[in-house]
């Protein structure tokens, strides 16, 4: 049962594992991005209230499949894609919206420029819990903040300009952990959507899932730790064939380029490494970065 907090079920239970990770990678001597809200909010929800948050927490460290190898993933990830929208609005990008932002916590937690908006779509429970888990400590936004309840299946692009995202204007767009969730159809609307609001020098960075996986990869001991969390994350992926959302917008005239997770892991020298000895569920997800480009 959902219980109060919104999120102990299905992608919002999904929400507290990253939650989890990150308030593991925040306390590592290496960390590669920290968060010092994350470990809250995992304290919060009696689904999670016993997950570890801390390195040393975790018995058998990196070496664990959910919170060492799928953590150090997330943790990379969080990294990534912090210096890509720092990167963006840096340049002079001044919107950003979060899709499916769950309990991240980037707009208290980035040294934001002057003048930007950052727009958080989620479900209305989430949204409540992390804005309950945060007014508990006192937190304060480091940049204006616009939450706006929404299912991303659905409409939600009259909400967000509505809220007072302006198309005119150039946006940096995050889907971080979100489409591979989203039915087919689901993700081709989000992705005409986006198409539609972005103006010229607009951003758009976002999370897939190579499909079908190989029976192997089904196997990963990665799914079958979290399952002993109460989170199926197979049972969560869509298994029809995925859309080609890159080509859609190379299609449309943006810049893209398709990354694997361990491209990063040289660059930062920090991350997870492919492993041959095992079935690898990280080895099937790619990170897509995309730019309209200016006329």
């Known amino acids: 049962m959902a219980g109060d907090t919104g999120v102990e079920e299905g992608v919002g239970l999904t929400a507290l594992m990253v939650a989890a990770a990150r308030a593991i990678e925040t306390h590592r001597p290496d960390a ?25 927490q975790v018995p058998d460290g990196d070496a664990d499949p959910l919170w060492g190898r799928l953590g150090r993933y997330f943790g990379l990830r969080t990294r ?42 989620d479900q209305e429970g989430v949204l409540a819990f992390k804005a ?6 006192g937190a304060v936004p480091t940049v204006e903040r616009v939450p706006i309840g929404a299912d991303l299946r659905l409409e939600w692009a009259g909400a967000l300009t509505r809220a007072g995202f302006d198309p005119a204007a150039p946006a940096v767009w995050l889907a971080e952990g979100l489409l591979l969730y989203l039915p087919h159809a689901a993700e081709r609307a989000l992705i005409e959507a986006v ?3 972005s103006a010229a020098g607009s951003a758009l960075a976002y999370e897939i899932k190579l499909s079908p996986e190989s029976a192997a990869v089904r196997e990963s001991p990665i799914y079958a730790v979290a399952r002993r969390t109460g989170i199926d994350l197979l049972a969560m ?3 029809e064939p995925r859309p080609d959302s890159a080509g859609d917008l190379t299609a449309r005239g943006w810049h893209t380029s398709v990354h694997t997770a361990f491209e990063f892991t040289c660059r930062h020298g920090r991350g997870p490494e492919p492993d041959p ?19």
């Open 32 to 56: 590669l991005a920290r968060d010092v809200y994350a470990e809250h909010f995992v304290r919060a929800s009696p689904a999670s209230a016993d997950w570890p948050v801390r390195p040393q």
């Open 80 to 121: 990534v894609l912090d210096d890509f929208i720092l990167r963006h609005v840096r340049a002079g990008t001044r919107q950003v919206v979060l899709f499916g932002a769950g309990l991240d916590t980037r707009a208290y937690r980035l040294d934001w420029p002057s003048g930007c908006t950052v727009f958080e779509l």
């Open 132 to 137: 309950k888990v945060l007014d508990g400590l």
């Open 195 to 197: 198409h539609g609001l």
């Open 237 to 239: 992926f869509p298994l």
């Open 277 to 295: 000895g095992w079935p690898d569920a990280i080895a099937a997800n790619r990170w897509v970065f995309a730019g309209r480009p200016r006329r």
